[in-house]
């Protein structure tokens, strides 16, 4: 079996057959929350349709030399009725997915391999039942990948087992009742992408799975279809009891069984919300944000902590441009252990897989989270913070650093270093980072190997110098609140000099000109994640200036990509010519106001 023809991030799945089990457990009873892991967002209610594998194939099963011709008839046979079921799946994803078509056309690469055949006949030929030389087979394939340090080849494993199960299923003449899903939520230990199509003509109203990574293709594709879907429940369909009415919230990853009046009241305003939400801006949800002259800007968005994954996912955001993850300190009243911090960074890369997700190291001290300061500071937002306090207190900093790499495995982290002002605190941060990875590779465990490192620009030290910090980082982050604060010197707090903090100051704006000339240079990304990059009148002056990331609060998306939608680049840029002569910062607004009617 030629294992490099797996390639998309497939996984899991099989044909599954109507459980009669499962209906033993009473269809109504005690509210009950399941988690599992977010894998495509929106709200589902229905009624549980439970599906099982009944995949256990006894490995020596052995048949008779007088019986080898049949069963090398079988496995023929098996093999022709899966590739027809494929065809017949494939005829229906040509209409509804490319993704499903992609995965599809693996699947069928992956039946029709011919070295795969051939040593699946030498097991026969030898003795072993049709059943149990695919099972050999596939499992010896499946051995190999687990053994290998590659976290995406061992999510292929789903795909082996997938293959395997519907070989077997097929020689066993298992058949799945689409129609009896009429409906319903489908509670699987996986399910095929073919039998997701054929759900989708019995009005399937989403998924819930035993497993299933963030990388499989059944999330893949129900994100594509637009399923809500969690995965990952161990036991959920003995969990879940027949005709149990359950809510699929496919934003947090829970699955409420039996849900009281009440909680499916919650449900129901939820699942309104977000369709109104939706018709609202919704055609902006799925728009590419794009300018008038066909200039692509990327919309990211600010989050705190994993609860506010769903609204980012809701508004179509691109990815996580900031987590604060200092806000967990305030969450836990302390540092978390590694192990909780790994739960919190996952919880949030695995919701928006396969999305990027921006992972700010703690920016403790100034006006926030003080504990492990050591003592009092007469100017806090000069003092221990940020980089300057992780540095201080490497312990914490290489735990946290420990905690992101090992949620890092799928690939869509980046670690960000705030309050950066000398290249020394980023060589430093780099050689805690280099420990931490020393250590996980003692561990053994796996994590992201290029995980990127980017340095936040919000110190006039960082500006200014950002040819050179663009050289050593992988990506910039412009960080307007603070670097406004210490541009002007004036404290973001303090009422008293707020008509001074304005990050509208040409002495700001000429900062950012600068970091964006300095990320061009050395090619690297570089976006604004302060509060300008939602701000109703920065749009047409950060696109001007050439900045092409932007990662505001996920309330403020769709009404930033409405402006993307509706500006030309060309005038942005002539509109920032034109700022580089104002000395003052109403003549920016003027500036402004003139070329930009509604700011
Ligand atoms: C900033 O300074 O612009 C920023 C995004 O970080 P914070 O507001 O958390 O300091
Ligand atoms: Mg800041």
């Not at 996986?190 to 199509?197: E, F, K």
Request: proline share 4%; aromatic share 4%; net charge negative.
């Amino acid at each position: 079996m030629r294992l490099r023809q797996v390639q998309p991030s497939l996984s899991c799945l099989q044909v599954g057959s109507m459980n009669p089990d499962s209906t033993s457990a009473p269809a109504s009873g005690e509210e009950r929350v399941l988690r599992g892991v977010a894998a495509a967002p929106g709200i589902a209610i229905g009624r549980a349709f439970i599906l099982d594998h009944g995949s256990s194939v006894r490995e020596s099963v052995t048949v008779s030399v007088h019986h080898v011709a049949d069963e090398i008839a079988r496995f023929h046979g098996a093999l022709e009725a899966v590739l027809e079921a494929l065809h017949r799946a494939s005829d229906l994803a040509a209409r509804q997915s490319t993704t499903a078509m992609a995965i599809i056309e693996t699947y069928t690469m992956m039946v029709r391999d011919p070295t795969m055949s051939d040593s699946v006949l030498q097991r026969i030929e030898r003795g072993v039942s049709a059943e149990a030389a695919v099972a050999q087979e596939f499992d010896m394939h499946k051995t190999a990948l687990l053994r290998t340090q590659n976290e995406l080849m061992r999510s292929r494993v789903q795909d082996i087992d997938t293959i395997k199960e519907q070989i077997i299923g097929a020689l066993r003449n298992r058949t799945l009742h689409h129609a009896a899903g009429y409906d319903s939520i489908v509670v699987a230990p996986n399910v095929t992408p073919q039998d997701m199509l054929l759900f989708q003509q019995t009005q399937t109203l989403g998924y819930v799975t035993e497993v299933g990574g963030i990388n499989s293709h059944t999330c893949i594709l129900a994100r594509d279809l637009n399923y809500p879907a969690v995965v990952g429940i161990g036991t959920a369909t003995q969990l879940i009891p027949q005709d149990a009415n359950i809510i699929v919230d496919g934003y947090s990853g829970t699955v409420v069984v039996h849900p009281t009046p009440e909680t499916l009241e919650h449900y129901r305003q939820k699942q309104i919300r977000a369709e109104e939400y939706r018709e609202k801006l919704g055609a902006l949800v799925q728009k590419e944000s794009t300018t008038t002259d066909g200039v692509r800007i990327q919309l990211l968005a600010n989050v705190d902590e994993p609860d506010h994954v769903d609204a980012a996912l809701m508004t179509g955001a691109e990815g996580i441009g900031l987590v604060r993850s200092e806000t967990m300190l305030m969450h836990f009243g302390r540092y978390p252990t590694e192990d909780e911090q790994v739960a919190w960074y996952r919880d949030i890369a695995e919701r928006m897989y396969p999305h990027p997700v921006t992972i700010r190291a703690f920016d403790v001290g100034g006006d926030k989270f003080r504990q492990g300061i050591p003592h009092h500071e007469e100017n806090p937002a000069l003092g221990l913070r940020g980089i300057r306090f992780l540095l201080h207190r490497s312990d914490l900093f290489e735990q946290q650093v420990l905690a992101i790499l090992r949620a890092s495995v799928h690939r869509n982290i980046r670690l960000l270093l705030p309050m950066i002002s000398t290249l020394e605190e980023v060589a430093a941060a780099r050689s805690v980072i280099a420990a931490a990875q020393q250590t996980l590779h003692r561990r053994g465990l796996p994590f992201d190997e290029q995980l990127a490192v980017g340095v936040m620009i919000e110190t006039p030290a960082s500006a200014m110098m950002a040819d050179a910090f663009a050289e050593v980082a992988d990506f910039l982050s412009i960080g307007t609140n603070d670097l406004a604060q210490y541009a002007l010197a004036a404290d973001r707090t303090n009422d008293m000099v707020a008509d001074l903090y304005d990050a509208f100051h040409p002495a700001v704006l000429r900062m950012l000109v600068m970091v964006v000339e300095s990320a061009r240079k050395f090619h690297r990304r570089v976006s604004v994640c302060g509060e300008l990059a939602g701000h109703a009148a920065a749009t047409e002056l950060l696109i001007g200036l050439g900045i092409s990331e932007l990662s505001v609060a996920p309330r403020l998306l769709l009404e930033v990509k409405q402006r993307v939608l509706a500006c030309s680049h060309a005038q942005c840029a002539q509109m920032v010519r034109e700022l580089g002569s104002c000395k003052t910062t109403s003549e920016v607004y003027h500036v402004l106001r003139t070329m930009v009617p509604t700011s």
